[in-house]
């Protein structure tokens, strides 16, 4: 019977040592798990951040492109209206009756006197009589032209364009912010 107790003293440490070793492998486990949930806690706030750092930065690229197209819109759509004033204004200046227009073609013939001394002058089809009569205009001729006066040099070296279109075009190129800011602000 000593035997019998011998072995089952052993039984009863082996088995102490084994619920002991079994506590410590549990408290062991337990720490790794609360190990990894933390990791995999911090991996997903992490994950979580990029995420979030991603949309908001979807979002201001999208705004950007947004606002981009927009000022594309706006900066189209006051192109159109300023191409469709200048034609108004070209054509308004184009069907203006005689009396104004021979007012004005008298004009632009005294400025243009003053750089051609007895010019060649060329008028649209039509228009001569508007400067009939006047002095210094010696040399008319009426080509197929648009509305306005073409001067010209006796030999044909200097030609000055006060055709309506190209004094209107000169005025545009020169004052397009000032024509810009009246329309637009």
Do not use: H
């Not at 243009?112 to 002095?135: Q, S, W």
């Not at 006060?162 to 912010?177: C, V």
Request: overall charge negative; charged content about 40%; hydrophobic content about 35%.
């Amino acid at each position: 019977m000593a035997l019998d107790k011998v072995a089952e003293d052993i039984l009863e440490t082996a088995r102490k040592e084994a619920d002991q070793r079994i506590q410590e492998a549990e408290k062991e486990r337990a720490k790794i798990l609360q190990e990894v949930d933390q990791r995999i806690e911090k991996m997903r706030r992490s994950e979580e951040k990029e995420l979030q750092d991603g949309l908001m930065r979807m979002r201001r690229q999208e705004l950007s492109s947004a606002e981009l197209e927009a000022k594309k819109i706006i900066l189209n759509k006051r192109k159109d209206i300023l191409n469709r004033t200048f034609e108004d204004m070209l054509k308004e200046l184009s069907t203006m009756g005689p009396n104004e227009k021979s007012d004005l073609y008298k004009k632009i013939l005294v400025d243009g006197k003053r750089a051609i001394n007895r010019p060649k002058v060329f008028i649209p089809k039509g228009e001569a009589d508007l400067l009939a009569g006047l002095r210094g205009c010696e040399c008319l001729t009426e080509i197929d032209m648009s509305s306005g006066l073409i001067l010209e040099n006796e030999d044909g070296s200097v030609r000055l364009d006060y055709r309506f279109e190209t004094i209107l075009e000169s005025i545009w190129d020169r004052d397009m912010k000032n024509i810009s800011n009246i329309l637009f602000e």
